[in-house]
């Protein structure tokens, strides 16, 4: 078990005094027994009630009463030594929470699902004193366990208004009384009198609560408040686990398709076709294009795995689409960027734009005319960052739509995009999202929105250097300033003296 999981469990554990932690934090109640203790407390029993016949009946013997005096308060004292003595309750909790969270961890690891909160909930419910135990990501009840646990079924939205307070402000609270915790009047105003509410937190972001309900305020201890945010801790712990594994899966996941991508072998032959096209009709196009395809296969090599200014993605679909049209002509194609520079040297994934722009080149183009491609980055009227592709192509029916949005194959347009928007999710969290809209002979538009990020994922312009931190990187990374156009520059001057000395 991990040194941040011992540490939580060693913070359950050290609250109030142990006799505190074995009244309220009543364990596996019903199905194990502490074999020494009871074995002394039932001799202390069967020999106080010898002692009281003997002293209510005509039996008259000094030594049997002595011998079970005797016997009743040395079984006494030692079963309140052991019951009372810090280590072996300390050892007997720890092992119990050992216990209890290892089996909880066991339920989310793959994820808070409904499925694993609900067991949680009903795993820590008979643990504590608590009425009913409950867990909600951002918008809705995942589990349920205890009083009117019909009435909050998985799925449900939340209604009680410390619970949106919480997930706000991401703040920890203690509740006693019925108003604070905001129940629905019809809602257990008789039983359900005070609560604590525990923030899930997976990084920096605020992603559900873990709650328990009381009948009395005075039933909720400093041991009770400790151990509802030790659990909190667990799970949130084991929740950025299951979240950074997958965005481990899905990064390998990703590092293939882009490798694919890279070593695309028609669009590899398309573009060296349409160079040696040029050879002998318009060499100096011919050497600019070869020029660029060497820049956009290194930029390709190089980005495959990291956070980029998004000028330099927009940058790289520049590239792209100028092989395209050297391929089509500009009757056939045409490509127009808008980017706000309030955005431009925002961090965002590789190949995230490129993808999108490339399946309106292969998906939309009409047999005759012109197709439009514009990209647009800007900040929108809520705040928030937004990346549209829009073209003014074959477009596609309502159907099609949906399987862009919900992909059942693992290739083609659908699942391209749904990389796109996974990854996007991955780096910006689930609050980001896509939207397709499409009319049939119009066109398509795909927007991706997601919270402004701080100001840590920003291109620093004026050293090149980019803080990650914000983002879970453990470097920075700096960016060569204009490092393809100085050595496109460089190159040219190349290609000059070559052409000096040949006419030489």
Same mark, same amino acid.
């Given at each position: 078990? $991990? *040194? ?17 932690? %074995? ?16 074995? @002394? ?9 010898? @002692?009281?016949?003997?002293?209510? $009946? ?22 309140? %030594? ?78 009680? *208004? ?15 009384? *019925? ?18 509410? =525990? ?54 996941? =990703?590092?293939?398709?882009? @490798? ?31 020029? !660029? ?9 190089? !980005? ?33 960027? !808008? ?10 994934? $590789? ?39 829009? !073209? ?32 996007? %999710? ?79």
């Amino acid at each position: 078990m $991990s *040194h941040k999981v011992q540490n939580t469990l060693r913070k359950i554990l050290l609250g109030d005094s142990a006799s505190e932690v %074995r009244r309220y934090l009543k364990l596996d109640r019903g199905g194990r027994y502490f074999t020494s203790e009871m074995v @002394l407390l039932a001799l202390a029993v069967f020999s106080g009630i010898m @002692l009281l016949w003997i002293l209510l $009946s005509d039996y008259d013997n000094m030594p049997v009463q002595v011998t079970f005096g005797v016997i009743m308060t040395f079984s006494l004292v030692i079963f309140i %030594r052991l019951l009372l003595d810090p280590d072996s309750l300390a050892a007997r909790q720890t092992a119990e929470i050992l216990s209890l969270a290892g089996t909880m961890l066991t339920f989310a690891k793959d994820g808070l699902t409904s499925e694993a909160s609900q067991k949680i909930c009903e795993l820590l419910r008979p643990a504590t004193s608590a009425i009913a135990v409950a867990i909600t990501d951002r918008e809705h009840i995942l589990g349920y366990a205890g009083y009117n646990e019909d009435r909050n079924p998985a799925g449900s939205d939340i209604r009680t *208004h410390a619970t949106k307070l919480t997930l706000e402000d991401g703040k920890a609270r203690v509740l006693t009384t *019925h108003d604070e915790i905001g129940l629905p009047d019809t809602e257990g105003r008789s039983r359900i009198q005070a609560a604590i509410i =525990m923030p899930l937190v997976v990084g920096s972001r605020i992603e559900g609560t873990l709650k328990f309900y009381y009948r009395k305020a005075s039933h909720i201890s400093q041991t009770q408040e400790s151990t509802a945010k030790g659990f909190a801790e667990l799970l949130s712990t084991q929740m950025s686990a299951a979240a950074f594994e997958e965005q481990q899966r899905l990064a390998t996941s =990703m590092e293939l398709k882009a @490798l694919q991508a890279q070593i695309n072998p028609h669009f590899l032959f398309n573009t060296l076709n349409t160079i040696a096209s040029f050879i002998r009709t318009d060499p100096m196009k011919a050497r600019t294009l070869l020029r !660029d395809f060497s820049v956009f296969y290194r930029s390709t090599l190089e !980005d495959a795995h990291d956070l980029i200014p998004l000028q330099r993605e927009i940058d790289q679909v520049k590239r792209y689409f100028s092989f395209e049209v050297a391929r089509f002509g500009e009757e056939r194609l045409k490509l127009v960027v !808008d980017v706000e520079p309030e955005v431009s040297q925002l961090l965002v994934p $590789s190949f995230m734009v490129q993808p999108l722009v490339e399946n309106s080149v292969k998906h939309a183009m009409k047999s005759e005319g012109q197709l439009t491609i514009h990209v647009r980055a800007a900040i929108d009227d809520t705040g928030s960052v937004a990346i549209s592709v829009q !073209d003014n192509g074959v477009g596609m029916t309502e159907e099609a739509r949906q399987g862009i949005l919900h992909p059942k194959s693992s290739s083609g347009l659908g699942i391209a995009v749904k990389n796109v928007r996974d990854r996007m %999710r991955g780096y910006f969290g689930p609050d980001a999202t896509m939207e397709v809209d499409s009319e049939l002979g119009r066109g398509t538009t795909i927007t991706f929105r997601f919270s402004r990020p701080p100001s840590g994922i920003y291109l620093d312009t004026a050293g090149g250097t980019i803080d990650l931190s914000a983002q879970g990187f453990d470097r920075p990374r700096t960016f060569p300033a204009d490092t393809a156009d100085d050595e496109d520059a460089s190159h040219d001057d190349d290609c000059d003296d070559d052409d000096g000395e040949d006419e030489k």
